[in-house]
């Protein structure tokens, strides 16, 4: 069992940075690949990054790729998402998620996740 936890998030202008921390426990954090999504209001959860066990393989959403940068430190078991040049519509809630492969995350296919953090980005 692997428990999530998400911090970082809240209110930011357009073109400001956030950064997501996402705190495992559990055994064998770095045999999970580790993602994140997000879900805006009215819309259905989304993609937006995922990195592999052992950090040396990541995936973005074409939405963010070149803005956000995901990273992992598996001795401290914690996933961390660098959001920059933010947008209003990067508002949403973020969710840190757990999954067995980086291609089974980036397809929706994951075994755990947090609660979610919440990010606004004002115009």
């Known amino acids: 069992q692997v428990m999530l936890v998400e911090s970082g998030g809240g209110l930011v202008q357009a073109g400001g940075s956030l950064r997501l921390s996402c705190a495992a426990s559990?055994?064998?954090?770095?045999?999970?690949?580790m993602g994140w999504l997000r879900q805006a209001p009215g819309k259905e959860r989304e993609f937006v990054a995922v990195?592999?066990?052992?950090?040396?393989?990541?995936y973005y959403a074409e939405s963010v790729q070149g803005r956000f940068t995901i990273s992992r430190d598996n001795a401290k078991k914690t996933a961390t998402l660098q959001m920059n040049s933010l947008k209003p519509e990067d508002t949403a809630v973020y969710y840190c998620?757990?999954?067995?492969?980086?291609?089974?995350?980036?397809?929706?296919?994951?075994?755990?996740w947090g609660q979610g953090t919440q990010v606004t980005v004002s115009s």
């Open positions: 998620a757990a999954g067995q492969t980086t291609q089974t995350l980036k397809n929706g296919g994951y075994d755990y």
């Open positions: 559990g055994p064998n954090f770095r045999t999970y690949a």
């Open positions: 990195i592999s066990g052992l950090g040396r393989t990541t």
